[in-house]
């Protein structure tokens, strides 16, 4: 006798849950005569048995192994014989694990905002906590927790917010959690020229990948840097200004990232420009004006300073310093301006210094000079003497001229004519002054010359004797 197919617990859905990669065994319970055939299918299509899904005991069991969260789903279970047909429904869902989708990571920076992002995906979503060195991260005014716990906000950064942070992820699947490792950026200065390592000790399981960046843009050894030790060591051999900047290790593997911010400084000693400079001897006239310029570069910017025959110079008259030491400026020289001027630039990398000769030049001067021309008259057989003491920096050159022509002299004589505008002309390479006399001489003229030493012998017998002396006071004489 035939009895149609029945299934246990046919009139009601059965709902199974499984964990994601673990074994799922949905069973169907047929009975009849004669005894049905078992088909199984999902979502209307037969199931076939291979390996993903497996009929066990003339398909009494359809077997998943290692289940995914793409095998959840409707499952039936239907039983044929001559005798008729039933069938059940199974509704499988599977809890898969949490998967951390996008892990953002940021360097501490002080006073900056801080934003560390943790975006996680599982079935049942799964619900996020964070901790800081063991301890739970909570809302409060440095630290903000929003989009369901997806993101946290440290506001204006301090020192003390560095440490470990930890994004946990919890659902019925288990936990899981990411690790960032969150630092102060280290600040290194060093001098051009010289070599400069960065360490990145990175560890982990499996062990993380490095990769080095400056400003935000990859390095590479192709780029003029030496990666070594598996990125763990970033070397510059010869650091120039343009090194200067920020330099990151990013260290990531499956379990999160970490990452070291180093900031750079290089220092350059100063250097004294000396483009457009003809000469560092510097002349002007007493009264005149002069601007000395101390051209100083490097980083940090130099500070410059000024020194007078190595004192340093501290409003003197007359003498300025402007545009942040760039500039010395002398108005109205005098002779007390005149030495040696020494421009010194001083930063943390070292220092350069510069020297200006200055020589301020005084034009001459006659002493006791009157009213000119003076006019003379000497009697035949007398002496008469013309003198001209002068002075002025540098010492002056005297010269004398007879009716505005230079006197013709010899190793030992000088032989003149009689009356006549005798003038004597001091110069030097601030100008020149002359002095004048009107000589006549009275009485019988006479031929006569007399060649001992300087004397000077004037036609009628009347002599003259010129002499040209340095003193010790800067002038030079000529007298009889």
């Known amino acids: 006798m035939a009895v149609p197919p029945s299934i246990k617990g046919g009139n009601l859905t059965t709902e199974v849950t499984a964990f994601q990669d673990t074994t799922v065994k949905l069973e169907c319970e047929a009975r009849g005569v004669p005894l049905p055939t078992i088909t199984w299918y999902r979502k209307g299509a037969a199931v076939l048995s291979n390996r993903q899904t497996q ?31 039933a069938e059940k429904n199974y509704e499988l869902e599977v809890y898969g694990k949490c998967l951390f989708v996008f892990v953002f990571l940021n360097t501490l920076i002080v006073a900056k905002s801080l ?11 799964p619900s996020i906590t964070w901790l ?72 982990g399981s499996p062990l993380p990948a490095v990769s080095w960046s400056k400003d935000g843009r990859p390095l590479t050894s192709a780029t003029g840097v030496s990666v070594l030790k ?25 379990a999160g990232a970490a990452e070291l911010l180093y900031s750079l400084q290089v220092f350059v000693p100063p250097i004294i420009s000396s483009r457009g400079r003809e000469t560092d001897d510097i002349t002007v006239i007493k009264g005149g004006n002069i601007t000395l310029d101390c051209a100083a570069e490097g980083v940090p910017k130099p500070a410059v300073s000024w020194l007078k025959d190595g ?42 210094d510069s020297k200006y000769d200055v020589s301020v030049h005084v034009p001459p001067s006659i002493l006791g000079q009157v009213q000119s021309p003076e006019n003379i008259s000497v009697v035949v057989k007398n002496t008469v003497a013309l003198s001209c003491e002068a002075s002025g920096i540098p010492f002056p050159t005297i010269s004398w001229l007879k009716n505005d022509q230079p006197i013709q002299t010899s190793s030992s004589v000088r032989i003149l004519s009689d009356t006549g505008r005798y003038s004597c002309l001091a110069s030097n390479s601030a ?40 003193t010790s006071s800067g002038t030079r004489t000529a007298e009889c």
Request: glycine share 10%.
């Open 55 to 85: 009929y066990v005991e003339r398909g009494h069991f359809l077997k998943i192994p290692r289940v995914q969260a793409t095998d959840a789903g409707q499952y039936t279970c239907k039983v044929t014989s001559v005798a008729g047909s």
């Open 115 to 125: 934003i560390l992002e943790c975006e996680v995906a599982g079935h049942p979503p």
């Open 132 to 203: 800081k060195d063991g301890v739970p991260v909570r809302d409060g005014e440095s630290v903000r927790v929003f989009e369901q716990g997806k993101k946290v906000e440290i506001v204006s950064a301090s020192i003390s917010d560095s440490g470990s942070y930890v994004c946990v992820a919890t659902s019925i699947a288990g936990d899981k959690e990411v690790k960032y490792e969150v630092r102060e950026t280290i600040n290194q200065t060093i001098l051009s020229g010289f070599p400069i390592e960065f360490e990145c000790k990175a560890t």
């Open 230 to 254: 598996r990125g763990q060591v970033l070397k510059i051999e010869r650091v120039q200004l343009l090194d200067a900047g920020m330099y990151k290790c990013l260290a990531v593997n499956l």
């Open 311 to 352: 004192r340093p110079i501290t409003g003197q008259h007359g003498a300025k310093v402007l545009n942040d030491g760039r500039l010395l400026q002398i108005r109205d020289a005098d002779v007390t301006d005149t030495g040696r001027y020494t421009c010194v630039s001083v930063n943390v990398a070292g220092q350069a």
């Open 431 to 470: 100008g020149d002054r002359s002095r004048h006399y009107n000589l006549n001489v009275l009485g019988t003229k006479t031929s006569s010359v007399n060649s001992d030493g300087n004397v000077l012998i004037l036609s009628g017998s009347v002599s003259l004797t010129l002499c040209l002396h340095p």
